[in-house]
């Protein structure tokens, strides 16, 4: 086979040193197409002989590990065949896939410590009739290499990870979230090597991207993939809660923390207005859902500032574009 790739590089680097005159002069096609004929009918007279000698891939894939050990690497090796036999035979596998992945069952095989790391070894030897009434017609098996093949094997563990979003959302004008996006389920196990799932500690979504949404979205999403471990599901169902929001606003009163108990403040103004949107569907929040206060634990009573910074230490989880006026107020201390 090696003899048909040498004459036809051959012929083709003869072929391109006829360009130029090709170019200047037509008579050089007529050569060019007798040379094509003759090396045409020269390929049909080689891959008639039956004394071509050749190597071809020939896949294998490795099935039913146990629960509690798996495969280091790609499920997927390749053997490789040397086979003999008619040139018309091995170019067909040369031009295509002949062969389907032959499934090798890990159970079957024995194991051994091989370096210092534990796996399975695979004689090829013992799949040689096997693989040879797979081959074509006429077609004779010389040779399997390797003749055998370490599998390592690495011990399998198993972890349940929450599930975790990604996902970009925008809303259309007026409209916001309405509660936390949620996930059926919102957890799954998760298996494969241990120093693997150390790190890991949670499971990602695929990159979602949301846009313009005015009302509750629910979409069936996959999961990321991750290198060497299994999931328990590949999808996931998730929720986005949407609802038109309006502007509301509550006055809440200014307290003082670190205060000798001797003093009483009295701001100017005494109150802050909080302001926030809120879905349709909700209560608008009460004063006492907040709480602003202005603290005195770290400033010097006898020589106080003008003006005191107002916190706000307590809000509401779930409300959305809050903000509060003013930022600072002017205040007295008086003695009880």
């Not at 090796?77 to 069952?105: A, M």
């Amino acid at each position: 086979m090696d003899n048909v790739k040498s004459l036809l590089k051959k012929y083709f680097h003869l072929i391109t040193g006829k360009t130029k005159e090709i170019r200047e002069d037509g008579n050089a096609l007529i050569f060019l197409v007798f040379l094509f004929v003759s090396m045409c009918f020269w390929i049909l007279n080689a891959l008639q002989k039956d004394n071509y000698t050749t190597e071809v891939n020939y896949p294998v894939r490795f099935t039913n590990s146990s629960d509690t050990e798996l495969v280091s690497g790609n499920l997927k090796r390749n053997l490789t065949l040397k086979i003999k036999g008619g040139g018309f035979g091995i170019l067909k596998y040369h031009l295509n896939d002949q062969f389907l992945s032959e499934s090798i069952d890990l159970s079957e095989l024995q194991r051994i410590v091989m370096n210092g790391s534990t796996g399975a070894i695979l004689s090829s030897t013992d799949y040689y009739k096997q693989i040879e009434g797979k081959l074509a017609n006429g077609m004779e098996l010389v040779n399997i290499a390797p003749d055998t093949l370490f599998i390592p094997l690495m011990k399998k563990v198993s972890k349940k990870l929450p599930i975790q979003v990604k996902a970009t959302v925008s809303f259309k004008q007026q409209c916001q979230y309405s509660g936390p996006i949620s996930v059926v389920p919102d957890s799954i196990v998760v298996s494969g090597p241990e120093n693997v799932l150390d790190s890991l500690q949670y499971v990602s979504t695929n990159s979602l991207n949301y846009e313009k949404l005015s009302d509750t979205l629910v979409r069936n999403v996959e999961l990321a993939d991750y290198d060497m471990l299994e999931l328990e599901t590949k999808r996931v169902v998730i929720t986005i809660p949407v609802e038109p929001f309006t502007e509301a606003f509550v006055m809440v009163p200014v307290k003082a923390i670190g205060l000798p108990d001797s003093l009483v403040l009295k701001s100017f103004p005494s109150e802050v207005k909080v302001s926030y949107h809120i879905g349709l569907s909700r209560k608008l929040y009460r004063s006492r859902d907040f709480n602003v206060n202005v603290d005195f634990s770290s400033l010097d009573i006898q020589d106080p500032p003008s003006r005191l910074k107002v916190k706000l230490s307590a809000m509401p989880e779930q409300i959305h574009n809050m903000s509060y006026s003013p930022l600072f107020v002017e205040y007295l201390l008086e003695k009880k």
